[in-house]
Structure formats: C-alpha cells, structure tokens
C-alpha cells in the first residue's frame, strides 16, 4: 500500500487543473465578479499540498486499519487476494461492482456529511466551508480530522462485503477529480440530468451562506438521496453569490484554521 504522494507530481497537477479549470471558469462563470486572484487563494494553495501529503497520507493508513481490522473481525485472510475481493460481491460483473460502490459510497457519504454539519463535528467541517469566493480550490480546503472520519467510516460497508480493493482504489481518484470540479465557479446544473449527478450549480447551494440553501444539498454525486431525504435545494435559473460561513470568525491561515476546531468558543 503506497501512502507517499510526490511534490513534483503535486506542483505538476496544481498547475495543470488550475489553468484547466480556471479556463472553464472564466468561460462560464457561476459569479461573473469574482475576483481573479481572491485574497485567500494562497491558503488553498496551502491545502493543496497539506491536504495531499498530510491528511491523505493520514487518512489512507486509518483506511488500511479498518481494512485490516475487519478482515481478522469477519475471519477473513488478510493478504495478497484481498484486492480481488471476496463472494458473493467478487462474482458479479465488474460493471455492477462499480455501480454498487458509487451507490453504496454515496450513501454513507450523505450521511456521513449531514453528521458533520451537526454539533462538534462541525467545528471541523466549518473550515470547509469557511471559503467566501468559492472555485475549485476550495475543494481541498478540509481538516484533517473530517477527511479521517469520512474516509475510515465510508470504507466500512466495502470492507465488511469484501468489495475488491483494486476496483475501489480506482473510484478514489475519480472522487478527487469530481470534488474539484463540482466546487468551481461554473453555473452547470447538467439540464435533465440534474436531478441524477450532482452539477457544480448543485453543490454552490451547499456552500451558499444564504439562508435559503444552508444545510441542503449533502451529496457528493448522486442527488437523488437529497430528494429522498428531504435536503434537494435547486431552483431553476438561480446560482447563489455570498459563500462561507455564518455567525463564526474562522481563522483564515492554515495553523489557525488546524487549531479551531479544538479550541473554546468564548463565552
């Protein structure tokens, strides 16, 4: 299991997305009077590099914890095969695999982010949130202690079914790349797929500051769990503009922003 995550590579991938992304942006801007070098986006670049190398390296070994750990828990071998996974979820064709692990993952992801916008898990959340001109690098903009969580309790349900492990280590990347792209400055809903994969106008009404869209839109990819559930925030020809997070003066440097979360609120 390889946790290391190169520099270059790093550098290499910043650049390239950015000027991708950006592009798109500018071509199709969800808030025209965005400024195009924001104040905060030398935090973000920040991020860029902690988040790569500091919480995913972290949150990787706590995935491989929980792997391990619920191998021995079920009396399953822990070895070489586990990446092939085990029957019955080993037998069905891989088309199906893929489709029950984004359904699956999903819906633990929903959840998961719904709990994190409540009570102290949400002081952990807020940093997240805590981006006021949102684009696309806001998305790596997360404490190290909610990539953590999220990622060791998503990881449950595969690991107790014995999905494959070299099926899901490939929907990791595309996750990354989704979250990236669903936080830019873009004012896509997708049209009639809207209701079906989440669109960047989609999740912008998760950040909004508005009053309208707090709390909805808890989805990374599939919305139909915010219609179920009661939290599908999407009105037609309407994107928000204000961004970040309300009643709360978070810190806006990396340290600062590591160390809230575990700090008093004053009285």
Known sequence: MTLAVHPIRL??????????ITTIERLFPARRKKPAWRKDIGLDAQYWFFTALVSKTLSKGLVFIVVVTVSVLVGRHFGPHLANGFPPVSKQPTPLI???????????????????????????HAIHHSSIDLDWLSSVRLHPVNEMVQKSVQILPFAIFGFPTHVLAAYVPFLVFYAIFIHANLDWDFGPLRYVIASPRFHRWHHTSEQEGLDKNFAGLLPIYDIIFGTFYMPAHQTPQVFGVTKKQIPNTLIGQLLYPFQNEPA
């Open 98 to 124: 893929i489709a029950e692990i984004l359904i699956i993952g999903d819906f633990v992801s929903y959840w998961m982010h719904r709990a994190f916008h409540n009570g102290r898990l949400w002081k952990f």
């Open 11 to 20: 550098i290499i991938s910043l650049l390239v997305v950015g000027i991708v």
